[in-house]
Protein backbone atom coordinates (compact mmCIF):
# COMPACT_ATOMS: atom_id res chain seq x y z
CA UNK A 1 0.00 0.00 0.00
CA UNK A 2 1.56 3.65 -0.85
CA UNK A 3 0.13 6.72 0.96
CA UNK A 4 1.01 10.11 1.47
CA UNK A 5 1.22 10.24 5.19
CA UNK A 6 1.83 7.42 7.60
CA UNK A 7 2.30 8.16 11.22
CA UNK A 8 3.88 5.69 13.68
CA UNK A 9 1.77 5.74 16.99
CA UNK A 10 -1.88 6.55 17.97
CA UNK A 11 -1.55 8.97 21.14
CA UNK A 12 -2.40 12.17 20.95
CA UNK A 13 0.56 13.18 18.58
CA UNK A 14 0.09 10.96 16.39
CA UNK A 15 -4.11 10.26 16.23
CA UNK A 16 -4.82 14.15 15.62
CA UNK A 17 -1.74 14.58 13.24
CA UNK A 18 -3.28 11.52 11.10
CA UNK A 19 -6.98 12.97 11.28
CA UNK A 20 -5.98 16.54 10.27
CA UNK A 21 -3.67 14.92 7.27
CA UNK A 22 -7.11 12.97 6.39
CA UNK A 23 -9.17 16.71 6.86
CA UNK A 24 -6.58 18.22 4.05
CA UNK A 25 -6.80 15.40 1.63
CA UNK A 26 -3.81 13.13 2.31
CA UNK A 27 -4.03 9.69 1.85
CA UNK A 28 -3.32 8.45 5.08
CA UNK A 29 -2.51 5.71 7.42
CA UNK A 30 -1.85 5.25 11.24
CA UNK A 31 0.42 2.74 12.93
CA UNK A 32 -0.10 1.26 16.18
CA UNK A 33 1.65 -1.21 17.85
CA UNK A 34 -0.76 -1.92 21.25
CA UNK A 35 -4.16 -3.23 21.47
CA UNK A 36 -5.89 -0.08 21.53
CA UNK A 37 -5.97 3.82 19.78
CA UNK A 38 -4.97 6.35 22.26
CA UNK A 39 -1.46 6.14 23.45
CA UNK A 40 -0.11 6.66 26.68
CA UNK A 41 -2.68 9.46 27.21
CA UNK A 42 -6.25 7.80 26.70
CA UNK A 43 -4.69 4.38 27.53
CA UNK A 44 -2.66 4.80 30.74
CA UNK A 45 -1.96 8.39 31.33
CA UNK A 46 -4.32 11.37 31.55
CA UNK A 47 -7.47 9.72 31.17
CA UNK A 48 -7.64 7.26 33.34
CA UNK A 49 -5.57 9.37 36.31
CA UNK A 50 -8.46 11.99 35.73
CA UNK A 51 -11.21 9.51 36.60
CA UNK A 52 -9.30 8.72 39.36
CA UNK A 53 -9.06 11.57 40.80
CA UNK A 54 -12.67 13.00 40.15
CA UNK A 55 -13.88 9.58 41.62
CA UNK A 56 -11.39 10.04 44.77
CA UNK A 57 -12.18 14.04 44.98
CA UNK A 58 -16.03 12.78 45.68
CA UNK A 59 -15.14 10.15 48.06
CA UNK A 60 -13.18 12.64 49.91
CA UNK A 61 -16.01 15.42 49.81
CA UNK A 62 -18.58 13.21 50.82
CA UNK A 63 -16.44 12.38 53.81
CA UNK A 64 -15.45 15.55 54.65
CA UNK A 65 -17.49 18.78 53.64
CA UNK A 66 -20.96 17.71 52.68
CA UNK A 67 -22.40 17.42 56.43
CA UNK A 68 -21.26 21.07 56.73
CA UNK A 69 -23.55 21.78 53.32
CA UNK A 70 -26.74 20.10 55.48
CA UNK A 71 -26.02 17.22 53.97
CA UNK A 72 -26.32 14.47 55.71
CA UNK A 73 -24.85 10.57 54.50
CA UNK A 74 -23.31 7.93 56.27
CA UNK A 75 -19.49 7.57 55.98
CA UNK A 76 -18.75 7.17 51.96
CA UNK A 77 -17.47 3.05 51.95
CA UNK A 78 -14.76 2.60 49.04
CA UNK A 79 -15.62 0.08 46.42
CA UNK A 80 -11.89 -0.21 44.80
CA UNK A 81 -13.13 -2.31 41.82
CA UNK A 82 -16.27 -0.42 41.25
CA UNK A 83 -14.02 3.25 40.76
CA UNK A 84 -11.46 0.58 38.66
CA UNK A 85 -14.29 0.32 36.66
CA UNK A 86 -15.73 3.53 36.27
CA UNK A 87 -11.81 4.36 35.29
CA UNK A 88 -11.83 1.84 32.86
CA UNK A 89 -15.79 2.44 31.18
CA UNK A 90 -13.83 6.16 30.83
CA UNK A 91 -11.00 4.91 29.07
CA UNK A 92 -12.76 2.65 26.73
CA UNK A 93 -15.04 5.39 25.55
CA UNK A 94 -12.14 7.28 24.56
CA UNK A 95 -10.37 4.62 23.09
CA UNK A 96 -13.50 4.11 20.78
CA UNK A 97 -13.78 7.36 20.18
CA UNK A 98 -10.32 7.11 18.31
CA UNK A 99 -11.63 4.63 16.15
CA UNK A 100 -14.57 6.21 15.06
CA UNK A 101 -12.59 9.10 13.71
CA UNK A 102 -10.45 6.99 12.51
CA UNK A 103 -13.39 5.28 10.43
CA UNK A 104 -15.18 8.68 10.31
CA UNK A 105 -11.81 10.46 8.47
CA UNK A 106 -11.04 7.16 5.96
CA UNK A 107 -7.61 6.83 7.49
CA UNK A 108 -6.15 3.07 7.56
CA UNK A 109 -5.58 2.10 10.97
CA UNK A 110 -3.00 -0.80 10.89
CA UNK A 111 -2.32 -2.47 14.06
CA UNK A 112 1.61 -3.79 14.50
CA UNK A 113 4.79 -2.79 15.12
CA UNK A 114 6.17 0.29 12.76
CA UNK A 115 9.83 0.01 11.89
CA UNK A 116 11.54 2.69 9.57
CA UNK A 117 12.89 0.89 6.59
CA UNK A 118 14.46 3.76 4.48
CA UNK A 119 12.70 7.10 3.37
CA UNK A 120 9.30 6.35 2.42
CA UNK A 121 9.48 2.67 3.95
CA UNK A 122 7.87 1.43 7.00
CA UNK A 123 8.33 -2.16 7.84
CA UNK A 124 5.05 -3.66 9.89
CA UNK A 125 5.37 -6.69 11.13
CA UNK A 126 7.11 -8.19 8.09
CA UNK A 127 4.58 -5.92 5.45
CA UNK A 128 6.08 -2.99 3.87
CA UNK A 129 3.58 0.07 3.23
CA UNK A 130 4.94 2.94 1.66
CA UNK A 131 4.40 6.76 2.44
CA UNK A 132 5.61 10.10 0.90
CA UNK A 133 5.69 11.44 4.14
CA UNK A 134 6.40 9.74 7.72
CA UNK A 135 5.70 11.27 11.06
CA UNK A 136 7.09 9.64 13.91
CA UNK A 137 4.73 9.73 17.09
CA UNK A 138 6.29 6.98 19.40
CA UNK A 139 5.52 9.06 22.47
CA UNK A 140 7.47 7.90 25.80
CA UNK A 141 8.25 5.30 28.64
CA UNK A 142 8.57 5.61 32.27
CA UNK A 143 12.26 6.45 33.43
CA UNK A 144 13.68 3.81 35.70
CA UNK A 145 16.04 3.73 39.17
CA UNK A 146 19.24 2.07 38.35
CA UNK A 147 18.42 -1.13 40.77
CA UNK A 148 14.84 -0.43 41.22
CA UNK A 149 12.70 -2.95 39.24
CA UNK A 150 9.36 -2.23 38.27
CA UNK A 151 6.97 -5.04 39.14
CA UNK A 152 3.52 -3.09 38.20
CA UNK A 153 2.62 -4.76 41.88
CA UNK A 154 4.34 -3.49 44.84
CA UNK A 155 6.45 -1.26 43.31
CA UNK A 156 4.97 0.48 40.17
CA UNK A 157 5.06 3.01 37.87
CA UNK A 158 2.09 5.42 37.25
CA UNK A 159 0.64 2.56 35.15
CA UNK A 160 0.91 0.29 38.19
CA UNK A 161 -0.21 2.75 40.44
CA UNK A 162 -3.58 3.31 38.26
CA UNK A 163 -4.57 0.12 38.78
CA UNK A 164 -3.66 -0.92 42.41
CA UNK A 165 -6.14 -3.75 43.55
CA UNK A 166 -6.12 -2.15 47.54
CA UNK A 167 -5.71 0.85 48.72
CA UNK A 168 -1.89 0.30 50.33
CA UNK A 169 -1.36 1.27 53.67
CA UNK A 170 1.46 3.03 53.29
CA UNK A 171 2.42 4.11 49.74
CA UNK A 172 5.87 6.06 48.75
CA UNK A 173 6.29 8.03 46.08
CA UNK A 174 9.74 8.53 44.34
CA UNK A 175 9.53 12.39 42.49
CA UNK A 176 7.07 15.10 43.77
CA UNK A 177 6.78 16.33 40.13
CA UNK A 178 3.26 15.73 38.58
CA UNK A 179 2.41 11.64 38.51
CA UNK A 180 3.48 11.54 42.32
CA UNK A 181 1.30 14.53 43.43
CA UNK A 182 -1.93 13.21 41.28
CA UNK A 183 -1.49 9.87 41.93
CA UNK A 184 -0.08 10.55 45.59
CA UNK A 185 -3.58 12.38 45.82
CA UNK A 186 -5.72 9.71 44.97
CA UNK A 187 -4.46 7.18 47.13
CA UNK A 188 -4.22 9.28 49.98
CA UNK A 189 -7.52 10.42 49.79
CA UNK A 190 -8.70 6.46 49.79
CA UNK A 191 -6.95 6.27 53.32
CA UNK A 192 -3.27 5.82 52.15
CA UNK A 193 -0.45 7.46 53.81
CA UNK A 194 1.64 8.84 51.27
CA UNK A 195 5.16 9.99 51.30
CA UNK A 196 7.00 11.99 48.86
CA UNK A 197 10.72 11.14 48.42
CA UNK A 198 12.21 14.51 46.14
CA UNK A 199 15.70 14.84 44.57
CA UNK A 200 15.39 18.37 44.51
CA UNK A 201 14.70 21.12 47.17
CA UNK A 202 11.38 21.82 46.11
CA UNK A 203 8.18 20.12 45.01
CA UNK A 204 7.30 20.86 41.02
CA UNK A 205 10.73 21.58 39.53
CA UNK A 206 9.72 24.02 36.75
CA UNK A 207 6.76 25.45 37.96
CA UNK A 208 6.39 29.53 39.77
CA UNK A 209 8.38 28.69 42.77
CA UNK A 210 5.56 30.96 44.81
CA UNK A 211 3.33 28.57 43.57
CA UNK A 212 4.90 25.55 44.70
CA UNK A 213 5.51 26.35 48.04
CA UNK A 214 1.91 27.20 48.62
CA UNK A 215 0.82 24.06 46.84
CA UNK A 216 3.31 22.05 49.42
CA UNK A 217 1.56 23.39 52.25
CA UNK A 218 -1.54 22.95 50.91
CA UNK A 219 -0.33 18.91 49.88
CA UNK A 220 0.82 18.75 53.92
CA UNK A 221 -2.53 19.94 55.37
CA UNK A 222 -4.26 17.52 53.69
CA UNK A 223 -1.98 15.02 55.05
CA UNK A 224 0.98 14.36 52.54
CA UNK A 225 4.41 14.24 53.88
CA UNK A 226 7.84 14.97 51.81
CA UNK A 227 11.36 14.49 52.31
CA UNK A 228 13.17 16.96 50.26
CA UNK A 229 16.33 16.89 49.08
CA UNK A 230 16.06 13.17 49.32
CA UNK A 231 16.55 10.31 47.02
CA UNK A 232 15.59 5.97 46.90
CA UNK A 233 18.57 4.05 46.30
CA UNK A 234 17.92 0.60 46.72
CA UNK A 235 14.39 -1.21 47.24
CA UNK A 236 14.51 -4.58 49.74
CA UNK A 237 11.29 -6.36 48.40
CA UNK A 238 12.33 -9.32 50.20
CA UNK A 239 9.54 -9.15 53.72
CA UNK A 240 5.62 -8.40 53.52
CA UNK A 241 6.40 -4.92 53.75
CA UNK A 242 9.34 -2.90 51.15
CA UNK A 243 11.82 -1.09 52.78
CA UNK A 244 13.44 1.54 50.96
CA UNK A 245 17.17 2.96 51.53
CA UNK A 246 16.63 6.96 51.50
CA UNK A 247 19.64 9.11 51.16
CA UNK A 248 20.51 12.54 51.12
CA UNK A 249 20.96 13.56 47.59
CA UNK A 250 24.22 15.03 48.36
CA UNK A 251 25.36 11.61 49.76
CA UNK A 252 25.47 10.79 53.28
CA UNK A 253 23.58 7.68 55.49
CA UNK A 254 21.03 6.15 54.53
CA UNK A 255 17.65 5.46 56.26
CA UNK A 256 15.23 2.62 55.70
CA UNK A 257 11.33 3.53 55.03
CA UNK A 258 8.64 1.29 55.19
CA UNK A 259 6.09 1.20 52.52
CA UNK A 260 3.26 -1.38 51.19
CA UNK A 261 3.86 0.22 47.29
CA UNK A 262 6.42 2.57 46.28
CA UNK A 263 5.43 4.24 43.03
CA UNK A 264 8.15 5.49 40.89
CA UNK A 265 7.56 8.92 39.11
CA UNK A 266 10.92 10.27 38.74
CA UNK A 267 10.01 11.78 34.63
CA UNK A 268 9.58 9.73 31.25
CA UNK A 269 11.74 9.33 28.33
CA UNK A 270 11.09 9.38 24.23
CA UNK A 271 10.32 5.93 22.80
CA UNK A 272 12.08 4.62 19.68
CA UNK A 273 13.06 1.39 20.63
CA UNK A 274 12.64 -0.85 17.78
CA UNK A 275 11.88 2.05 15.26
CA UNK A 276 15.14 1.29 13.00
CA UNK A 277 15.84 5.34 13.26
CA UNK A 278 19.72 4.24 13.22
CA UNK A 279 19.35 1.88 10.44
CA UNK A 280 17.44 4.71 8.61
CA UNK A 281 19.89 7.43 9.84
CA UNK A 282 17.91 9.79 12.24
CA UNK A 283 19.77 11.46 14.26
CA UNK A 284 18.69 11.76 18.37
CA UNK A 285 19.56 14.37 20.25
CA UNK A 286 22.09 14.17 23.85
CA UNK A 287 18.71 12.61 25.21
CA UNK A 288 17.52 10.61 23.00
CA UNK A 289 14.54 12.49 21.62
CA UNK A 290 14.36 12.60 17.97
CA UNK A 291 16.15 15.53 16.26
CA UNK A 292 13.75 18.00 14.50
CA UNK A 293 14.09 21.57 12.84
CA UNK A 294 11.60 24.35 13.59
CA UNK A 295 9.83 22.18 10.84
CA UNK A 296 9.25 19.12 12.73
CA UNK A 297 11.47 17.39 9.80
CA UNK A 298 14.44 15.46 10.90
CA UNK A 299 17.51 15.44 9.05
CA UNK A 300 15.97 12.87 6.97
CA UNK A 301 13.95 14.29 4.45
CA UNK A 302 10.05 13.30 4.10
CA UNK A 303 10.63 11.96 7.95
CA UNK A 304 8.88 14.31 10.72
CA UNK A 305 8.60 13.73 14.64
CA UNK A 306 6.04 15.00 17.01
CA UNK A 307 4.84 14.75 20.52
CA UNK A 308 7.05 13.69 23.39
CA UNK A 309 9.41 11.74 21.39
CA UNK A 310 10.86 15.41 20.48
CA UNK A 311 12.27 18.68 23.15
CA UNK A 312 9.37 20.30 24.80
CA UNK A 313 7.22 19.47 27.21
CA UNK A 314 5.83 16.36 27.85
CA UNK A 315 1.85 17.04 27.21
CA UNK A 316 -0.73 15.75 25.26
CA UNK A 317 -2.03 18.94 24.12
CA UNK A 318 1.66 20.27 23.19
CA UNK A 319 1.54 16.85 21.09
CA UNK A 320 -1.70 17.56 19.58
CA UNK A 321 -1.02 21.16 18.35
CA UNK A 322 2.26 20.37 16.65
CA UNK A 323 0.54 16.74 15.43
CA UNK A 324 -1.83 19.52 13.48
CA UNK A 325 1.05 21.74 12.46
CA UNK A 326 3.37 19.08 11.10
CA UNK A 327 -0.03 17.41 8.90
CA UNK A 328 -0.39 21.05 7.73
CA UNK A 329 3.27 22.19 6.97
CA UNK A 330 3.53 18.77 4.98
CA UNK A 331 0.01 19.53 3.23
CA UNK A 332 1.64 22.50 1.90
CA UNK A 333 0.11 25.32 4.97
CA UNK A 334 1.36 26.72 7.42
CA UNK A 335 1.73 25.19 10.28
CA UNK A 336 3.09 26.41 13.50
CA UNK A 337 2.87 26.03 17.45
CA UNK A 338 3.58 28.62 19.90
CA UNK A 339 5.59 27.43 22.30
CA UNK A 340 5.58 30.37 24.67
CA UNK A 341 1.66 30.12 25.32
CA UNK A 342 1.10 26.40 26.19
CA UNK A 343 -0.66 25.49 29.05
CA UNK A 344 0.20 23.33 32.13
CA UNK A 345 -2.27 22.06 34.66
CA UNK A 346 -1.80 20.02 37.54
CA UNK A 347 -5.71 17.80 38.12
CA UNK A 348 -5.06 17.72 42.13
CA UNK A 349 -7.34 19.57 44.74
CA UNK A 350 -6.72 22.11 44.48
CA UNK A 351 -5.12 22.55 40.78
CA UNK A 352 -2.58 24.27 39.81
CA UNK A 353 -1.90 25.53 36.47
CA UNK A 354 0.65 27.95 34.50
CA UNK A 355 0.97 29.56 31.07
CA UNK A 356 4.22 31.55 30.31
CA UNK A 357 7.20 32.54 32.30
CA UNK A 358 7.65 32.11 35.90
CA UNK A 359 9.01 34.95 38.21
CA UNK A 360 12.46 32.97 38.82
CA UNK A 361 12.87 32.63 34.69
CA UNK A 362 12.14 36.33 34.34
CA UNK A 363 14.70 37.73 36.58
CA UNK A 364 17.20 34.94 35.37
CA UNK A 365 16.22 36.78 31.65
CA UNK A 366 16.86 40.13 33.53
CA UNK A 367 13.25 40.97 32.25
CA UNK A 368 11.37 43.83 34.15
CA UNK A 369 8.23 42.91 35.41
CA UNK A 370 4.70 44.06 37.13
CA UNK A 371 3.14 41.14 39.76
CA UNK A 372 -0.97 40.91 40.32
CA UNK A 373 -1.84 38.98 42.56
CA UNK A 374 -5.60 37.66 43.95
CA UNK A 375 -6.43 35.37 46.82
CA UNK A 376 -9.64 33.01 46.50
CA UNK A 377 -10.16 34.18 49.69
CA UNK A 378 -11.73 37.26 48.78
CA UNK A 379 -13.15 36.11 45.47
CA UNK A 380 -17.03 36.10 46.22
CA UNK A 381 -17.67 32.22 44.71
CA UNK A 382 -14.80 30.83 46.44
CA UNK A 383 -15.47 32.52 49.65
CA UNK A 384 -19.30 30.88 49.40
CA UNK A 385 -18.19 27.76 48.24
CA UNK A 386 -15.61 27.48 51.21
CA UNK A 387 -13.06 26.86 48.29
CA UNK A 388 -10.87 29.80 49.20
CA UNK A 389 -7.26 28.17 49.00
CA UNK A 390 -4.49 29.52 46.84
CA UNK A 391 -4.66 32.69 44.54
CA UNK A 392 -3.94 33.66 40.58
CA UNK A 393 -1.03 35.50 39.59
CA UNK A 394 0.04 37.99 36.87
CA UNK A 395 3.29 38.57 35.36
CA UNK A 396 3.35 41.68 32.70
CA UNK A 397 5.99 43.43 31.20
CA UNK A 398 7.20 46.42 33.13
CA UNK A 399 6.63 48.94 30.12
CA UNK A 400 4.33 47.39 27.73
CA UNK A 401 2.01 45.39 30.30
CA UNK A 402 2.10 42.11 27.83
CA UNK A 403 1.67 39.40 29.83
CA UNK A 404 4.75 37.18 30.12
CA UNK A 405 3.34 34.63 32.84
CA UNK A 406 0.27 33.56 34.83
CA UNK A 407 -0.04 31.54 37.76
CA UNK A 408 -3.24 30.00 39.40
CA UNK A 409 -3.69 27.73 42.55
CA UNK A 410 -7.14 26.93 43.35
CA UNK A 411 -10.09 25.44 42.32
CA UNK A 412 -10.81 25.02 38.59
CA UNK A 413 -7.19 26.52 38.03
CA UNK A 414 -6.96 24.22 34.89
CA UNK A 415 -10.10 26.15 33.18
CA UNK A 416 -9.04 29.36 34.23
CA UNK A 417 -6.28 29.18 32.66
CA UNK A 418 -7.34 29.10 28.68
CA UNK A 419 -7.89 32.70 29.62
CA UNK A 420 -4.68 33.34 29.86
CA UNK A 421 -3.31 31.39 27.01
CA UNK A 422 -5.58 33.10 24.91
CA UNK A 423 -4.49 36.50 26.47
CA UNK A 424 -1.12 35.30 25.36
CA UNK A 425 -1.89 34.35 22.22
CA UNK A 426 -3.16 37.72 21.32
CA UNK A 427 0.07 39.39 22.95
CA UNK A 428 -2.28 40.85 25.20
CA UNK A 429 -2.11 43.17 28.78
CA UNK A 430 -2.92 42.75 31.82
CA UNK A 431 -4.77 45.81 31.34
CA UNK A 432 -6.94 43.55 28.25
CA UNK A 433 -7.77 41.25 31.21
CA UNK A 434 -8.63 43.97 33.93
CA UNK A 435 -10.87 45.72 31.06
CA UNK A 436 -12.96 42.54 30.17
CA UNK A 437 -15.97 42.18 31.80
CA UNK A 438 -16.17 38.82 34.32
CA UNK A 439 -19.26 37.13 34.94
CA UNK A 440 -20.07 37.36 38.47
CA UNK A 441 -20.08 35.38 40.41
CA UNK A 442 -17.46 33.32 38.96
CA UNK A 443 -14.31 31.93 40.19
CA UNK A 444 -12.45 33.47 36.59
CA UNK A 445 -13.11 37.12 38.84
CA UNK A 446 -9.73 36.60 40.38
CA UNK A 447 -8.27 36.44 37.21
CA UNK A 448 -9.42 40.20 36.38
CA UNK A 449 -8.72 40.92 39.81
CA UNK A 450 -5.17 39.97 39.52
CA UNK A 451 -4.86 41.93 36.37
CA UNK A 452 -6.01 45.16 38.36
CA UNK A 453 -3.90 44.45 41.10
CA UNK A 454 -1.09 44.69 37.93
CA UNK A 455 -1.80 48.45 38.32
CA UNK A 456 -2.62 48.68 42.31
CA UNK A 457 -6.43 48.75 41.52
CA UNK A 458 -7.69 45.19 42.75
CA UNK A 459 -11.29 46.16 43.72
CA UNK A 460 -11.82 43.35 46.43
CA UNK A 461 -8.46 43.37 48.21
P1 LIG B 1 1.94 8.52 23.37
O1 LIG B 1 0.65 8.92 23.91
O2 LIG B 1 2.93 7.89 24.28
O3 LIG B 1 1.63 7.53 22.15
C1 LIG B 1 2.63 6.90 21.44
C2 LIG B 1 2.05 5.68 20.79
O4 LIG B 1 3.00 5.15 19.87
C3 LIG B 1 1.72 4.53 21.74
O5 LIG B 1 0.41 4.10 21.56
C4 LIG B 1 2.73 3.43 21.37
O6 LIG B 1 2.20 2.12 21.55
C5 LIG B 1 2.95 3.73 19.89
N1 LIG B 1 4.20 3.22 19.36
C6 LIG B 1 5.46 3.38 19.85
N2 LIG B 1 6.36 2.82 19.05
C7 LIG B 1 5.67 2.27 18.01
C8 LIG B 1 6.05 1.55 16.85
N3 LIG B 1 7.33 1.30 16.56
N4 LIG B 1 5.07 1.14 16.03
C9 LIG B 1 3.75 1.39 16.28
N5 LIG B 1 3.36 2.09 17.37
C10 LIG B 1 4.30 2.52 18.21
N6 LIG B 1 -0.54 15.07 29.62
C11 LIG B 1 -1.43 16.08 29.67
O7 LIG B 1 -1.36 16.99 28.83
N7 LIG B 1 -2.43 16.11 30.61
C12 LIG B 1 -2.52 15.15 31.54
O8 LIG B 1 -3.44 15.20 32.37
C13 LIG B 1 -1.60 14.08 31.53
N8 LIG B 1 -1.68 13.10 32.44
C14 LIG B 1 -0.79 12.07 32.39
C15 LIG B 1 -0.88 11.08 33.37
C16 LIG B 1 0.01 10.02 33.36
C17 LIG B 1 -0.10 8.95 34.41
C18 LIG B 1 1.00 9.94 32.34
C19 LIG B 1 1.95 8.79 32.30
C20 LIG B 1 1.10 10.92 31.38
C21 LIG B 1 0.22 12.01 31.40
N9 LIG B 1 0.28 13.04 30.48
C22 LIG B 1 -0.60 14.08 30.53
C23 LIG B 1 1.29 13.03 29.40
C24 LIG B 1 0.65 12.53 28.10
O9 LIG B 1 0.14 11.24 28.32
C25 LIG B 1 1.69 12.52 26.98
O10 LIG B 1 2.25 13.81 26.86
C26 LIG B 1 1.05 12.14 25.67
O11 LIG B 1 0.45 10.86 25.74
C27 LIG B 1 2.09 12.14 24.54
O12 LIG B 1 1.46 11.84 23.36
P2 LIG B 1 2.25 11.15 22.15
O13 LIG B 1 1.23 10.97 21.07
O14 LIG B 1 3.47 11.90 21.86
O15 LIG B 1 2.72 9.73 22.68
P1 LIG C 1 8.28 15.04 36.39
O1 LIG C 1 9.43 15.41 35.54
O2 LIG C 1 7.08 15.91 36.45
O3 LIG C 1 8.76 14.88 37.90
C1 LIG C 1 9.77 13.99 38.28
C2 LIG C 1 10.27 14.41 39.65
O4 LIG C 1 11.13 13.40 40.13
C3 LIG C 1 11.06 15.70 39.63
O5 LIG C 1 10.61 16.53 40.66
C4 LIG C 1 12.50 15.24 39.85
O6 LIG C 1 13.30 16.20 40.49
C5 LIG C 1 12.28 14.01 40.70
N1 LIG C 1 13.36 13.02 40.67
C6 LIG C 1 14.12 12.65 39.61
N2 LIG C 1 14.98 11.67 39.97
C7 LIG C 1 14.74 11.42 41.29
C8 LIG C 1 15.29 10.51 42.23
N3 LIG C 1 16.25 9.64 41.90
N4 LIG C 1 14.80 10.50 43.50
C9 LIG C 1 13.81 11.39 43.86
N5 LIG C 1 13.26 12.27 42.99
C10 LIG C 1 13.72 12.27 41.73
O7 LIG C 1 7.90 13.55 35.94
P2 LIG C 1 6.64 12.66 36.23
O8 LIG C 1 5.88 13.14 37.41
O9 LIG C 1 7.15 11.27 36.23
O10 LIG C 1 5.76 12.90 34.94
C11 LIG C 1 6.28 12.58 33.63
C12 LIG C 1 5.70 13.45 32.59
O11 LIG C 1 4.34 13.17 32.37
C13 LIG C 1 5.82 14.91 32.94
O12 LIG C 1 6.79 15.48 32.11
C14 LIG C 1 4.49 15.50 32.67
O13 LIG C 1 4.61 16.50 31.69
C15 LIG C 1 3.62 14.37 32.16
N6 LIG C 1 2.41 14.36 32.97
C16 LIG C 1 1.54 15.42 32.87
C17 LIG C 1 0.42 15.49 33.65
C18 LIG C 1 -0.46 16.69 33.55
O14 LIG C 1 -0.33 17.44 32.61
N7 LIG C 1 -1.39 16.89 34.46
C19 LIG C 1 0.07 14.44 34.60
C20 LIG C 1 1.07 13.38 34.66
C21 LIG C 1 2.16 13.36 33.85
Avoid at 4 to 29: F, N
Avoid at 164 to 190: F, H, N, T
Avoid at 394 to 403: A, E, Q, R
Wanted: proline letters at 3%.
Amino acid sequence: MSYDLVVIGSGPAGYVCAIRGAQLGLKTAVVEKDKTFGGTCLNVGCIPSKALLHASHLFEEAEHDFAGMGIGVSKPKLDLKQMLSFKQEGVDGNVKGVDFLFKKNKIDAIKGTGKIIGAGKIDVDGKTIEAKNIVIATGSDVTRLKGIEIDEKRVVSSTGALSLDKVPGKLLVVGAGVIGLELGSVWRRLGAEVQVVEFLDRILPGMDGEVAKQFQRILEKQGMTFKLGSKVTAIDTKGKTLKASVEPAAGGKAETVEADVVLVAVGRVPFTEGLGLKEAGVELDERGRVKIDDHFQTNVKGIFAVGDVVRGAMLAHKGEDEGVAVAELIAGKAGHVNYDAIPNVIYTYPEVASVGKTEEELKQAGVAYKVGKFPFTANGRAKVNKTTEGFVKILSDDKTDKVLGVHIVGPDAGTMITEATITMEFSGSAEDIARTCHPHPTLSEAMKEAALGVDKRAIHM
